[in-house]
């Protein structure tokens, strides 16, 4: 065992961001429509995990930006009493982590952090408990705390499949320019979220449109499948905005409804609109349950869609700040010492 000084295992793991939504669960986050998402690569959460003797709590201690945090500690002793592994009954835990993202930048950070936290402890658990946990068992039990953070799991695009919905899996066929897609966050609101996403997600089993809904992802789902196939970028993109503001039309009519768009994002959206029918560039726009816009578009496209975004976006986002990210390749262990 070690001090905290010297972690056990050091790990980080993305965020991603989806292209079709998950919105909407049942019993233990299951989805009630699939997703697809395409990881991400700069936006990561880091864990150090440093195994102690067992005591009641499973984390012993826990550091979030070297800071105690109540809330956040509370929601990975719940998430992890849930979780049945070897190496849990055998020790608690000493917790350090931190994102490389701001806090409330649309980012999803419990896609992030509850992946990294799994894909550690499995890591550490197949070395100490001689367990062989797949990327697919990671999937399953990061599931268990966030939904979206079954599908960081994996490298570049993955799937989460409502009739298979334990764990998300890898996505494998498509185009190879889509292995060059960016994506800029806008951040237009730096506040806090109006809407946690459980709260989202539980209105929607009473949405009026909720069976339409589950109708409309299948299709987007499999038009978006083809279309990466064929590297149909235009079928690609209307579906990726059509999700974005369908998930905005499912919170507006919901009860309460919730109207998280600011006017700063629309005019983003009109000039993403305007600038693509001006250059026929493939840039396209996507939204989280929030205010700030990610914008996709490929390597190729890059340095025009910069210029773009520094000339005429840069300005509707708080405190002008874009984050600049990619597609990325998934978890990564940067140390372990057992
Ligand atoms: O994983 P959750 O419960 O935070 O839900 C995420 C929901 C969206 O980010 C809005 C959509 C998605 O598929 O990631």
Excluded at 65 to 84: A, G, P, V
Excluded at 139 to 155: E, K, M, T, V
Excluded at 253 to 265: A, E, Q, V
């Amino acid at each position: 065992m070690r001090s905290e000084s010297n972690p056990n295992i050091q790990v980080s793991s993305p965020s991603n961001i989806a292209f079709v939504k998950y919105w909407g669960k049942y019993k233990e986050q299951l989805p009630i429509n699939s997703s697809i998402s395409m990881t991400l690569n700069k936006s990561r959460s880091f864990f150090d995990i440093t195994l102690v003797p067992k005591e009641k709590r499973i984390v012993s201690s826990f550091l979030f930006e070297n800071q105690s945090n109540e809330s956040f500690e509370k929601k990975m002793e719940e998430f992890l009493r849930k979780i049945d592994l070897n190496i849990l009954k055998n020790f608690s835990l000493n917790i350090k982590c931190h994102n490389s993202f701001p806090h409330s930048s649309g980012i999803a950070s419990s896609a992030s952090s509850m992946s990294a936290l799994i894909y550690g402890l499995l890591s550490l658990d197949n070395e100490i408990s001689n367990s062989a946990h797949s990327l697919s068992d990671m999937s399953y039990y990061a599931r268990l705390g966030s939904g979206s953070a079954s599908r960081s799991l994996f490298p570049h695009f993955s799937i989460w499949d409502f009739k298979s919905p334990e764990s998300a899996t890898q996505m494998n066929e498509y185009h190879k320019d889509f292995l060059t897609l960016k994506d800029a966050i806008l951040i237009i609101d730096e506040d806090k979220k109006e809407v946690s996403s459980s709260l989202g997600h539980s209105l929607m089993d009473k949405n009026p449109y909720k069976e339409i809904r589950i109708d409309h992802a299948t299709n987007n789902l499999n038009k978006l499948l083809i279309a990466m196939k064929d590297n149909d970028k235009k079928t690609f993109g209307k579906i990726l905005e059509d999700e974005a503001l369908t998930l905005h039309a499912l919170m507006m009519t919901s009860d309460p409804s919730f109207i998280l768009m600011k006017p700063n994002t629309l005019i983003a959206i009109k000039k993403i609109k305007n600038y693509r029918e001006e250059t026929g560039l493939p840039v396209y726009f996507t939204l989280d349950a929030g205010a700030n816009l990610h914008l996709l578009y490929f390597c190729k496209n890059e340095k025009d869609i910069h210029i773009f975004i520094e000339n005429e976006l840069k300005t509707l986002c708080s405190r002008e700040k874009v984050i600049y990210d990619e597609i990325g390749d998934g978890p990564i262990i940067h140390k372990i010492s057992l």
